[in-house]
Structures are given as structure tokens and as C-alpha cells.
């Protein structure tokens, strides 16, 4: 929701999220609508990504973790299901205290050259005045225009 009143109703990502939480509780993840802003302006470049469990021993392990983005730069909290159980790994980056009294490890993607027109794109997005220009809001438009309606 928070992500088309930013993207297609053209408020200000602050913004938005204040109208969003007078409404209703909600914890929208804000860095990761930034990051996923970006990416449609950049063309969903991909990044390879590589997490690796050096826990214990156990049979099982999986990832769980955000449904966009990954890959793309920005940061991606992630949390491991070692044998069944929802954990974090102490030996890899991990998030502070979450207001669901959640912690994650998370990841930091970012592009190997500083001075891309991706990275200019995540520093901007990245502030807390996030904004899209006229011609961005088009783009995104015409990007979310190409995927197939559902009936």
C-alpha cells in the first residue's frame, strides 16, 4: 500500500507512511521500498548474493527473507530455519531489536563503483526526504503497467 501511494498516488515517502499510520497500525519496511525504487530506475540489475550456515550441527537448514529485491543493492534482513526453529546467525550482521521484539541478520548490497548512476539513486533514496521526480513516477508507472492484471 505504502509503496503505490509513494510510487502511483505521488506522495512523498514520508509522507505517506504518516497518512498509512493514522489509519492503521503497520510496520512498513521503508529501506526496502527505497531499495526497490532504485531498482526499477536502474533496471533491476542483479547482484549475486551468497549466505552461508556455520552453525552448528543440524539437518535442515532454510532462508526466509524479503520477497524483492534480493540480489538488487540495498539492505535485506533475512532470518534462518535450522531444523524447524526461526534463528539468527551472532556471527554474521544482525539488525537491532525490531518493534516486534524481532532480531534478523541482514545483508548490505551495494554497486563496486561509488560514482554509478545506481549508487547516486540508492544515496538519494536513502535519505529521509525521499521523493520521486515527474519522470521517475512515469517510468515506475510503465514498469508496474507491464505485469499481467489478475481476473
Known sequence: MLAYMFWVQG?????????????????????????ATADILTGLRKKLVTLTWKGGDCSTVEVSGLDIGWGQEGCYEYK???DGEWTYNSSELVTPVNKDGHVNNYVQV????????????????????????KDERLKIRKFLEAFPQEE
Open 80 to 82: 534462518y530455519i535450522v
Open 11 to 35: 506522495y512523498k515517502l514520508s509522507e505517506g507512511n504518516s497518512v498509512l499510520l493514522s489509519k492503521r497500525p503497520s510496520f512498513p519496511k521503508l529501506d526496502a521500498i527505497k531499495s
Open 110 to 133: 551495494s554497486d563496486d563503483d561509488p560514482n554509478s548512476i545506481t549508487a547516486a539513486l540508492q544515496k538519494r533514496f536513502m535519505g529521509d526526504n525521499c521523493n520521486l521526480m
